[in-house]
């Protein structure tokens, strides 16, 4: 698929095939794209630990569930945890990264003068600020877009994915994965084949356009081109709004095929989380 296609169909996906496992390469490939994320100082801190589902106990499974996602949990074969490790961003790793840069030529243009000035502007502070680096903001964003590149290729692949967050209990999963003091989980993923259609009731509906990007100050409003607009729905990048006309009787049809309600009532499977 195009990118923008794969862009188009890029919707959270909460009902999966249980009985279909997820090819292990597929994963493979899912994390290479998140390795070739962009992030800063090229430092790599974003992590992540498959889990899959018919090997992880039933205290896992439920220490991973969060408040909304009991269709997901119940029926992925695969989640991936994606969590920061604080350690990437120790000061000396830092530098050597960004020297590393220098090195082979993706950084500067003369690589001795820039590994000096690595050391002459950066090194201070970086010594003075690395702590605090790692759990700030930015550090998160790179998890994020190695997270969104993964995700890309899961649907590329014809995977379905779904973020999961909220009130877990991070202490539990923590241990129960063995993750460093370093690391910070930031979000479960659950991964797995469509129950759905790929149009899985249409595309999200997101907020206007022009009520989130701006031209030169706030408040000026960035006017879509109708003609672009035309040009993303041709390359499939713009969809069908939800809730398409045959949604309810879909989802009807999903949960009584995966016997998600009654599962749910039956094995008193619950959240781990507290609300
Ligand atoms: C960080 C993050 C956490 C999320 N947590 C949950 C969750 O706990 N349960 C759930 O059903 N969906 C969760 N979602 C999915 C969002 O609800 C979904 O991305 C949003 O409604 C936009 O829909 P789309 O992904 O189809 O574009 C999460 C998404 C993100 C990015």
């Known amino acids: 698929m195009e990118l923008k296609e794969v862009i188009g169909w890029r919707r959270s996906i909460r009902f999966y095939w249980p009985y279909r496992p997820v090819e292990r390469a597929k994963i493979q490939k899912m994390l290479e794209a998140a390795r070739r994320a962009s992030c800063v100082g090229n430092v790599n801190n974003t992590r992540a630990i498959v889990v899959w589902r ?3 106990s039933p205290e896992l499974l439920k220490a991973l569930t969060p408040p909304l996602g009991y269709q997901q949990m119940q029926t992925a074969p695969c989640f991936i945890v994606w969590y920061s490790d604080a350690a990437a961003y120790e ?9 590393g840069l220098a090195e082979t030529r993706r950084l500067g243009s003369d690589t001795e003068a820039t590994k000096q000035q690595i050391d002459k502007s ?14 700030a903001p930015l550090a998160f964003m790179d998890l994020g877009q190695a997270v969104a590149q993964a995700t890309l290729v899961a649907y590329d692949e014809g995977l379905g994915t779904c973020l999961m967050s909220g009130p877990m209990m991070l202490d539990k999963v923590n241990k129960l994965l063995k993750l460093p003091e370093t690391a ?4 479960i993923m659950s991964v797995g084949y469509p129950a ?5 009731g249409g595309q999200t509906v997101k907020a ?8 030169m100050e706030y408040g000026r409003p960035m006017r879509p081109d109708p003609q672009t607009v035309q040009e993303l729905k041709q390359a499939k990048l713009i969809q069908e709004a ?5 949604r309810d009787e879909e989802l009807k ?13 039956l094995s008193g499977f619950q959240s781990g989380g507290e609300s």
């Not at 759905?196 to 899985?200: D, G, K, L």
């Not at 939800?242 to 045959?246: I, S, T």
């Not at 049809?253 to 009532?265: D, F, K, M, T």
Request: with cysteine; proline share 7%; aromatic share 12%.
């Open 208 to 215: 206007p356009f022009e009520s989130l990007f701006f031209e």
């Open 122 to 135: 950066l090194r201070p502070l970086f010594t003075a600020m690395w702590k605090q680096a790692a759990v």
């Open 253 to 265: 049809h999903v949960v009584r095929a995966l016997g998600i309600e009654e599962e749910r009532q």
């Open 242 to 246: 939800a809730p398409l006309p045959w």
């Open 184 to 187: 910070t989980i930031v979000c």
């Open 91 to 99: 000061a000396n790793k830092w530098i050597s990264d960004l020297k």
């Open 54 to 56: 018919d090997q992880a």
């Open 196 to 200: 759905e259609s790929a149009a899985a």
